[in-house]
């Protein structure tokens, strides 16, 4: 089983940036695709990013595209996501994901992004 756990939320202007970490831990870590979720108050859970760990293949929704960047730290176990130029409709707890088609999937606790105008 995989635990992930995310940090780095909070509370930044419109046009500000943070770092979200998504630290992972657990067997066969290298086997799951790494995406990260939003969920904003009333709406649905939607797909921001995801990176494969073989060949290292990012996709970012049009939402974010442009402003918005997943990465990965081998040696940490570790995926990131840098957002920058953030808009107060980014807000949102964004949740960290590990999806195997063969292991199934696991969910992070979640961190929370909150955008001021």
């Known amino acids: 089983q995989v635990q992930l756990v995310e940090s780095g939320g909070g509370l930044v202007q419109a046009g500000g940036s943070l770092r979200l970490s998504c630290a992972a831990s657990?067997?066969?870590?290298?086997?799951?695709?790494m995406n990260w979720f939003r969920q904003a108050p009333g709406k649905d859970r939607e797909f921001v990013a995801t990176?494969?760990?073989?060949?290292?293949?990012?996709i970012c929704a049009d939402s974010v595209k442009g402003r918005f960047t997943m990465s990965r730290d081998n040696a940490k176990n570790t995926v990131y996501l840098q957002m920058t130029s953030l808009k107060p409709e980014d807000t949102a707890l964004y949740y960290c994901n590990a999806f195997s088609r063969l292991l199934g999937s696991y969910w992070g606790q979640g961190t929370q992004v909150t955008v001021s105008s």
């Open positions: 990176i494969t760990w073989t060949d290292n293949r990012t």
């Open positions: 657990g067997p066969r870590f290298s086997d799951y695709t």
